[in-house]
């Protein structure tokens, strides 16, 4: 930056000085880099290769940035170290948003993932013993979808029906086949030899190389109960109408590369979605209420 001279000799030192800091702050940084962080987990999936040049060519740089771990992406989002996240169903973020006191919010849907049931000993559900062992996420929602999985399948039976926010105290033994264990959802594949079978979140399928073709059984999109797991972009609240972040989400939902590389990535299994954001809001809302009353 230059700061031209006024070319006025009998300027005072303090005029020179007042010109000085206003040339200055005439030059604060204009919005050239309009480069957006999206943090995800796992990273390395091949449509964000996609979505990063689809998005380059509507004139935004878009940064991956991996993590390995899902708690990360929501507080680095709110303290700013990143603009947005893409890693989590609605019902992650409301067990965060009501852990955490925050207010961070979806900007728009992307997917239902199916919740995969996998195992390294059986070929199917039937062949899992009485008394079995199955792995289920130990993260608040994941685990509560998970159990709602191993119900459907008939392995066991919750309380009342179970909800988005169930507990292993909510399973009822007597009417269970399998007993139920909690580990980290990332090692989960890792720890399918020493199980019966595992409860394995979708992010974690191909990286740990298992096929979705040997699922022994998953839950279902079509399912209202579903609706608290549809994935989102997630951003602070105050960026709830941002432009360019705004934009994003529509090149993911409509961009016809775009959609082709995700499809082709999750397979059949998983339903892309266009989910109005004010729906995305209510269900959240209502996640919310449920988790604090589990939380009580």
Wanted: glycine share 8%; with cysteine.
């Amino acid at each position: 930056m230059t700061i031209r001279k006024r070319g006025i000799l009998a300027a005072s030192i303090t005029a020179l000085a007042l010109a000085a800091t206003t040339a200055l702050a005439g030059c604060a940084p204009a919005a050239e880099d309009t480069t957006v962080k999206i943090g995800v987990v796992p990273g390395g999936q091949p449509y964000w290769d996609t979505f990063v040049d689809a998005a380059a060519e509507e004139g935004i740089t878009v940064e991956i940035v991996d993590f390995a771990e899902y708690p990360q992406p929501n507080p680095l989002l709110s303290e700013g170290e990143l603009d947005l996240n893409q890693f989590q169903h609605i019902a992650f973020l409301a067990a965060h948003n009501v852990d955490a006191d925050d207010d961070l919010v979806p900007l728009g849907a992307t997917v239902i993932y199916p919740m995969n049931l996998f195992s390294a000993k059986y070929d199917s559900i039937e062949d899992i013993p009485e008394g079995g062992t199955i792995a289920v996420p130990n993260d608040e929602s994941n685990r509560a979808r998970a159990l709602l999985v191993l119900q459907k399948l008939g392995l066991i039976e919750l309380a009342d029906g179970g909800n988005s926010s169930s507990t292993l105290d909510d399973i009822i033994a007597d009417k269970s086949k399998v007993t139920v264990t909690e580990l980290d959802a990332a090692g989960i594949p890792g720890a399918l030899p020493d199980v019966d079978g595992g409860v394995v979140n979708n992010d974690f399928v191909e990286p740990a190389g298992l096929s979705f073709d040997d699922s022994l059984g998953s839950d279902s999109a079509d399912d209202a109960a579903a609706a608290p797991y549809t994935n989102i972009f997630a951003a602070r609240a105050d960026d709830a109408d941002n432009e360019t972040y705004l934009k994003l989400v529509d090149i993911y939902q409509n961009n016809t590369d775009v959609q082709a590389a995700v499809k082709d990535y999750v397979g059949d299994g998983a339903v892309l979605l266009k989910t109005p954001v004010s729906e995305l809001k209510d269900i959240l809302k209502q996640a919310e209420d449920d988790y604090r009353a589990q939380s009580k």
